[in-house]
């Protein structure tokens, strides 16, 4: 009822600032921002207005890919969009991002050094890290009998009909590859055909592919095993004690989603300024407690109460870290992705 609350208060928000905040003045900037769902405090866009007088309208989407899909086709004047890595080094790779004023975010200075400089923006010009994590398997420990440490029970006929799947390209395909021996990234259209065969295979045991319904359908006993990500593999947790979360054995994704200002932006400046708030840290602190997510702000970290900075799902040990990798832009052979993963999709 918590979660519910929040969420409403967000979109009350979201109303309430397109209304207030200098009223009909057209001398009041409004920035638009294009994020996942149910991944922003909507009451800090709230406290940005009163701060700053910037009104902020909040949309959401689902993927990557219904994120890029709408900006590229146009008629959208979004001033920020957090997309994932792959997507971002895309974006770079095609023109359609600003470069950052980073006199206008002095924030930057409390990112944490190891979430600089990554690969899909090695000099840090185009993003600033919102949130990272990584994907595995929320499993319901009443449910599930033998240790969960292997994709491979994914695939385990004593489970069918009790396992929810991500309704998204990379990261289903990504499980696949793992458990298979293969890289996230790879380019070699036979790993990737195993990968898709695989999970064709896989389609009868499968209950549904989700999004972020997938934490109310764990929560409330719906299914015995999850592919989520981390943030909500926590919340859910915090819901259901029966809970546990795990990145298995053969490595999986590490994740990082940005803010980043796409090209054209009409508010860069007052964009720049929401970037900024966003990484103080008591906001960012308000942000984790809402969503979850692993922050990548130093200062927050240290404020988060020792259980949460202990909790190997909040904050996973340096051997998952290693056996994890970060998305990276497939260029021309994302074609081939999305036809494998169509495959899957209409394959019965």
Request: aromatic content about 12%; overall charge negative; proline content about 4%.
């Amino acid at each position: 009822m918590k979660k519910l609350f929040l969420s409403l208060l967000s979109l009350m928000c979201v109303i309430s600032l397109s209304s207030c905040a200098g009223g009909g003045s057209s001398d009041v900037v409004t920035i638009n921002v294009f994020n996942w769902g149910d991944f922003l405090d909507g009451t800090i866009l709230r406290d940005f207005t009163e701060e700053t007088g910037i009104r902020v309208n909040l949309d959401t989407f689902a993927s990557n890919e219904e994120m890029y899909t709408k900006l590229v086709a146009g008629g959208t004047n979004y001033d920020i969009v957090i997309p994932s890595d792959y997507m971002i080094e895309r974006m770079i790779n095609e023109g359609l991002l600003e470069k950052l004023n980073f006199d206008n975010i002095p924030n930057f200075s409390y990112i944490d050094s190891r979430f600089k400089n990554l690969p899909y923006d090695p000099y840090n010009e185009y993003s600033v890290p919102y949130k990272w994590g990584t994907v595995g398997i929320l499993y319901n420990s009443t449910m599930v009998s033998e240790p969960v440490n292997s994709w491979n029970i994914l695939w385990d006929e004593r489970y069918a009909g009790q396992i929810f799947m991500y309704d998204s390209m990379r990261d289903s395909i990504g499980v696949s590859l793992k458990r298979l021996g293969f890289s996230l990234n790879t380019r070699d259209l036979s790993e990737l055909e195993a990968a898709g065969a695989a999970l064709i295979e896989q389609k009868p045991l499968v209950r549904a592919y989700v999004g972020d319904t997938v934490r109310d359908s764990m929560i409330g006993n719906e299914g015995a095993l999850a592919v989520v990500y981390s943030g909500d593999a926590m919340f859910c947790m915090r819901e259901n004690p029966d809970l546990r979360f795990v990145v298995p054995y053969e490595g999986s994704n590490l994740w990082f989603d940005s803010m980043v200002i796409p090209k054209g932006s009409a508010h860069k400046a007052e964009a720049e300024k929401f970037i900024n708030f966003l990484c103080r840290p008591d906001i960012a602190l308000r942000n984790v407690e809402y969503t979850g997510y692993s922050t990548v702000n130093w200062e927050t970290f240290n404020m988060l109460p020792e259980e949460m900075r202990n909790n190997p799902a909040y904050w996973p040990p340096d051997d998952v870290f290693d056996r994890c990798e970060v998305f990276l832009d497939l260029g021309e052979f994302t074609s081939e992705f999305d036809r494998v993963w169509i495959e899957v999709l209409v394959s019965s």
